[in-house]
């Protein structure tokens, strides 16, 4: 299977927030956001693998910076990490001042898709090849989350987390 780049799987959508999409502080609604990023994540998985894919993780979501009603919110999402059938995505949030065209990244989130075929069972993916180093930094830590991840869900021993004994104990 073919090598890809995390440029190839790279999708930048634009929202803007409309009253509907706010609470009663006239910020967005939280969960409007994790809609729109699971969608942006999702169509990138997609080009990554070209396959169906689920979401099997919401792995972090960074609330940093509230978003005003009328804002343009810009959500780039690109593969930062693939396994064998499992994708990591990694979201950036971008808000744009409407009146000055600034803009500030807000919020971030990490998602996990698998591949699945017509009954759901797992598919292999394209192994990823990082190219920058913001790309390299995601990809390498990418590994730690997931082993983190499976000792919390009692999948893998902590013993066996051969990347977070390097990040903790200084072994391999």
């Not at 009253?19 to 990554?48: C, E, K, Y």
Request: aromatic share 6%; net charge positive; with cysteine.
């Amino acid at each position: 299977m073919k090598s890809k780049t995390p440029k190839e799987s790279l999708t930048i959508q634009t929202q803007i927030v409309l009253p509907n999409d706010t609470n009663t502080l006239g910020n967005l609604f939280g969960g409007q956001l994790l809609q729109w990023m699971d969608m942006v994540a999702s169509i990138s998985a997609h080009r990554h693998c070209k396959r169906v894919v689920v979401t099997a993780s919401v792995n972090n979501v960074s609330f940093n910076n509230p978003i005003k009603h009328a804002s343009l919110v810009t959500l780039e999402a690109k593969v930062s990490r693939a396994f064998n059938s499992s994708m990591e995505v990694f979201i950036d949030v971008w808000v744009e001042d409407p009146v000055s065209g600034e803009k500030v990244k807000c919020n971030e989130a990490i998602y996990t898709f698998v591949a699945v075929d017509q009954n759901g069972s797992p598919l292999p993916v394209p192994p990823l090849v990082p190219e920058t180093e913001e790309e390299k930094k995601r990809f390498e830590a990418a590994l730690r989350r997931k082993q983190l991840s499976l000792i919390l869900a009692g999948k893998m021993k902590p013993g066996e987390a051969s990347e977070l004994k390097a990040l903790f104990i200084g072994e391999k």
